[in-house]
């Protein structure tokens, strides 16, 4: 086992999702993010309804249905992992520390009107899945930004639903992180770039 198994905590719209993809690439890791293994599921039929009928209102999906896919993920990952999106509420966390250690906890710290700016303007490519923003991250090709659309949980109304729900649920497994040391905080803030470097000085201390 590598010793990188990293968790990327941060709001919805901190760049976890920009950021790991980056460390999967640099480190050649498992990129293991709920939320895109929930999107490619949204209409399966569980128990508790569709993962979609959560998401599209902006609130969590219900944790068994989460773990499950985590834990599946993680039995594949034996050369280390970059996990986005979960844990998310203090159950959620326990559960993670029974299935595996973690060798970095990263925090990504970015102030709310930012991220607001940040989910509301995000575009996404249907056909490959990237995130662009139609400020901050256009893409090159006109034929790209043609066909780009706009995630339903991502207008504002459900942007701040969201928000709500982290502050409630997941400040605090940030501070459990905090508390139990080995959290590192780092600025979101800057271009992805900068903040790239941020998160890997920490992973290669
Ligand atoms: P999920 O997909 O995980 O959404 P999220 O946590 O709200 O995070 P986002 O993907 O919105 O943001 P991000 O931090 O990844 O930022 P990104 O890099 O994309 O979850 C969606 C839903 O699934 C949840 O609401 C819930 O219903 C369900 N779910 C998922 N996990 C769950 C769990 N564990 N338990 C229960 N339910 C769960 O960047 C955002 C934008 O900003 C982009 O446009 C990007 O281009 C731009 N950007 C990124 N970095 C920068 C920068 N440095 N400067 C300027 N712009 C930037």
Request: aromatic share 6%; no cysteine.
């Amino acid at each position: 086992m590598s010793d990188h198994r990293i968790l990327l905590l941060g709001p919805p719209g901190a760049g976890k999702g920009t950021q790991s993809t980056r460390l999967a690439e640099t480190y050649d890791l498992d990129h293991i993010t709920t939320g895109d293994a929930l999107r490619a599921n949204k209409e399966m039929e569980t128990e508790y309804g569709t993962p979609g009928e959560y998401m599209d209102a902006g609130e969590l999906v219900p944790d068994p249905v989460v773990n499950e896919i985590v834990v599946a993920a993680l039995s594949n990952a034996d050369d280390g992992f970059v996990l986005d999106g979960y844990p998310r509420n203090l159950d959620q966390a326990e559960y993670l520390s029974e299935q595996t250690d973690l060798d970095h906890v990263v925090f990504l710290d970015v102030p709310e009107d930012e991220l607001v700016e940040r989910l509301t303007g995000r575009r996404v490519d249907p056909e490959t899945g990237d995130n662009y923003h139609v400020e901050f991250d256009v893409p090159d090709d006109p034929e790209i930004e043609e066909r780009l659309v706009q995630r339903e949980d991502d207008q504002e109304d459900t942007v701040r639903e969201r928000l709500r729900v982290y502050r409630e649920n997941t400040e605090p497994v940030v501070e459990h992180y905090r508390e139990a040391g080995g959290l590192v905080e780092v600025s979101g803030e800057g271009t992805p770039d900068e903040v790239f470097e941020r998160i890997r000085d920490v992973v290669e201390e």
